[in-house]
Nanobody
Framework: VQLQASGGGLVQPGGSLTLSCAVS????????MGWYRQAPGRQRELVAV???????NYADSVKGRFTISRDNAKNTVYLQMNSLKPEDTAVYYC??????????WGQGTQLTVSS
């Protein structure tokens, strides 16, 4: 599985942005897709995940503000981010986990929330 993330940028606090992750390769092997983020000096953390049946889970810090979704026709997973805060600033990574628990990662995309 290959993942290509895009959509990062500079956003003002309170703003919105959507990240995209294009998926190619053995898509049928994917159990779940997720977004992680890593801020400077911090460990990478799970932001949101969508499982094959459509179930979603979110970190408490983004619940109600972020929405993960997928477009199967486009083989793309999205992360819609609203009401952005400076503490959302991080490099965001797209992740795929296969049914055999193999992890695949995309390159990171930088989100900076600042006025």
């Amino acid at each position: 599985v290959q993942l290509q993330a895009s959509g990062g940028g500079l956003v003002q606090p309170g703003g919105s942005l959507t990240l995209s992750c294009a998926v190619s390769g053995s898509i049928i092997s994917i159990k779940s897709m997720g977004w992680y983020r890593q801020a400077p000096g911090r460990q990478r953390e799970l932001v949101a995940v969508i499982i094959s049946g459509g179930t979603t889970n979110y970190a408490d810090s983004v619940k109600g503000r972020f929405t993960i979704s997928r477009d199967n026709a486009k083989n793309t997973v999205y992360l819609q981010m609203n009401s952005l805060k400076p503490e959302d600033t991080a490099v965001y990574y797209c992740n795929a986990e296969s049914w055999s628990k193999i992890q695949s990662w995309g390159q990171g995309t930088q989100l900076t929330v600042s006025s």
